[in-house]
């Protein structure tokens, strides 16, 4: 087994945290090894799918010479002769004598022979049925290849497949689409203080990770159904034992929330114990959330399911989403490791000693450069709401003004892009 798969038995709370660009790394090797297999679909039932192959059409884009306006495609000097009509959809007979035109209609063919197109508009017609005008200069039509060559790789796998992808597919010529479907994911939320309406109080708080984490998930390519979502488990390890059976034998990838650390109420360690899991990841050296894991367990048919544990904190959550979660979905998709792009502080961000330090920061719409935002603590959202992404301090280090640093983003939905 390679180094980027290896995974590691169960283990106490001294286990030492991976280091969390090592982390990313662990868990998009392991989850491109459980990718599921192509499928090959019709372009119009692949939505939200994820390409296995590269998009290239069959045929030069467009096809043929293809008129781009209404008008006459004529050959030689004027005035012209009108000998036929070409309509979109129809083959075009060669003009094969000067002083001859055909009508033309947007999207036609464009006939062998012809040395221009002169505009309906543009054009005039003489009391003896003769056309006149003067073309423009420029060809009024499209050239077989202009927009793409037969072969040519327009979209490369991995590649998200929306309306766009789609529309592309068909307009190349492809009847089936090599894909992979998007994985299934359940969530189970850990503990007896949540409420799940109404005013927290009374030494209880409102659960926020159930309602939100699925949109989260969502936006990372994962199908997740309302019956998916469990809120509350109780705190005791029979319950959490039973959820996640019940989850596993549904979805490929069951989250969780709270449980991750080893105090009297934390019965995740336990129950993947029982339930014979292996971690990928235990424990991540990053701030906030460390104690995030990731867990594998194999079936007996060999389908592979993981378990991902994100600490209770609604902060830290998200960040062992972006940590743990969006690489690992990336690769059960076929996708590479996502990119961090890079962002240029606009304020200071202090460091987290040894750990990575996740920062929430917004980009400025004007000079595009990363402010912090406030109220971030690991149990806070009002930061979240307001932020594009995570600011990556790596570990030893803090970030200055000015200084250039790999930005998280926030996920989006397909098609979307970075504000």
Not at 101 to 130: H, K, N, Q
Not at 159 to 182: E, F, K, N
Not at 386 to 396: C, E, K, Q, R, S
């Amino acid at each position: 087994m390679s180094t980027d798969t290896a995974v590691a038995p169960p283990a106490g709370p001294a286990t030492p945290p991976v280091d969390w660009n090592r982390a990313r790394a662990l868990v998009h090797s392991a989850g491109r090894a459980a990718a599921p297999p192509v499928r090959h679909l019709a372009p119009a039932d692949a939505d939200g799918c994820t390409l296995a192959a590269g998009l290239a059409p069959v045929t030069d884009l467009p096809a043929f010479p293809t008129s781009s306006v209404d008008g006459w495609a004529v050959r030689g000097p004027a005035p012209w002769r009108v000998v036929g009509r070409v309509l979109a959809g129809a083959p075009a007979p060669a003009l094969t004598t000067d002083g001859t035109t055909v009508e033309i209609a947007t999207g036609a063919m464009v006939p062998a022979g012809t040395a221009a197109i002169l505009r309906i508009e543009e054009s005039t017609r003489t009391a003896d049925g003769l056309v006149t005008g003067v073309p423009r200069p420029a060809p009024e039509w499209r050239l077989p290849g202009e927009e793409a060559r037969a072969g040519e790789e327009l979209v490369p796998a991995g590649t998200p497949v929306d309306p766009g992808v789609i529309g592309l597919a068909a307009s190349c010529g492809l009847d089936t689409l090599a894909v992979r479907r998007p994985p299934r994911a359940a969530l189970l939320v850990f503990g007896d203080e949540l409420l799940t309406a109404g005013p927290p109080g009374a030494g209880r708080v409102r659960d926020a990770l159930g309602p939100s984490v699925p949109g989260w998930l969502r936006r990372y390519g994962a199908a997740v159904a309302p019956a998916d979502v469990v809120v509350p488990v109780a705190d005791t390890r029979a319950a959490h034992v039973a959820a996640l059976r019940a989850a596993l034998d549904e979805a490929e990838l069951v989250c969780t929330t709270g449980g991750t650390m080893h105090g009297p109420v934390d019965h995740l360690h336990p129950a993947l114990a029982e339930l014979g899991a292996e971690y990928v990841v235990n424990t991540v050296a990053v701030r906030p959330g460390f104690p995030m894991l990731l867990a594998r367990l194999t079936r007996a048919d060999g389908a592979v399911r993981f378990v991902a544990g994100l600490p209770g904190n609604p902060q830290s959550a998200v960040v062992a989403l972006v940590s743990l979660v969006a690489p690992l979905l990336a690769g059960m998709q076929g996708r590479g490791l996502p990119h961090l792009p890079r962002v240029t502080l606009a304020a200071a961000v202090p460091g987290r000693g040894a750990y990575t330090h996740l920062a929430l920061v917004r980009l400025d719409g004007t000079d595009g450069r990363a402010h912090p935002v406030p109220h971030v603590g690991s149990s806070m959202l009002r930061g979240l709401a307001t932020a594009d992404g995570f600011a990556v301090i790596p570990p030893g280090d803090a970030g200055k003004p000015g200084d250039e640093v790999s930005l998280v983003p926030l996920p989006l939905l397909p098609g979307e892009r970075l504000r």
